[in-house]
């Protein structure tokens, strides 16, 4: 399916980096970002330019190449993994930050993927999101038809209750990023860090 949606000559989500992430980067820690369901490269490619080791990984080929392409367009260096998320190993304590974008799973998948996130965090590493909520439906502006796929933020705060929640918000916020995401959008906030005594 995503190497349907990437394949393409123009960014279907475009080059620039998603606006949450873009006004929260100080918020992690500098160091090794790993960046879920990356795409295209445009969040990766972002937090390489800022100075950060960064890996990324993604189910599509054909967004990876187009990642690869961009990193190399802006001169950056980015590791590039194709892998499933429900397969993929985050490791233990190896992330100073980690970085969901519209990243979209099943409920119990995603629940699986953030217990393994946060493990893969070091002690004080940052885990930021940003996806769309049920809410989203009723605007047609981009995001998953599916509920289950869809986020709460009761659900978020379920997933992250080991954690030290530093933001979590429900807002309706206009979203320019690509063809694919554009117009009004209700989206759910988090950044929660890995608690030092855990």
């Keep these: ?9 123009s960014y279907v989500y475009g080059t620039e980096p998603n606006q949450f992430l873009a006004e929260n980067v100080q918020q992690l820690p500098q160091g090794k970002v790993l960046c879920l369901a ?18 990324a990984v993604d189910l599509s ?17 980015v590791e590039y993994i194709h892998a499933d998320l429900a397969e993929f190993e985050f490791g233990t304590e190896q992330w100073d930050g980690i970085v969901s974008v519209f990243c ?18 070091k002690k004080n590493g940052v885990f930021l ?4 909520t049920p809410r989203q439906l009723a605007f047609g502006t ?10 709460e933020p009761e659900a978020l705060a379920s997933d992250f209750a080991d954690a030290q929640i530093l933001h979590l918000a429900e807002v309706e916020r206009d979203i320019i990023e690509g063809d694919k995401h554009t117009g009004t959008g209700a989206v759910v906030q988090l950044m929660a860090k890995r608690d030092a005594c855990k």
């Design 129 to 132: 999101l940003e996806g769309y």
């Design 142 to 151: 981009g995001g998953p038809k599916m509920l289950d796929l869809l986020l």
């Design 61 to 77: 080929q054909v967004g990876l190449a187009k990642a690869a392409k961009l990193a190399a367009s802006q001169e950056v260096s």
């Design 1 to 9: 399916m995503w190497d349907d949606v990437y394949n393409s000559d």
């Design 38 to 55: 990356d795409g295209e490269g445009r969040n990766s490619v972002f937090l390489a330019k800022q100075g950060y080791q960064v890996t």
């Design 104 to 121: 979209h799973l099943p409920s119990s998948l995603r629940q699986q993927v953030h217990q393994r996130a946060l493990q893969g965090l």
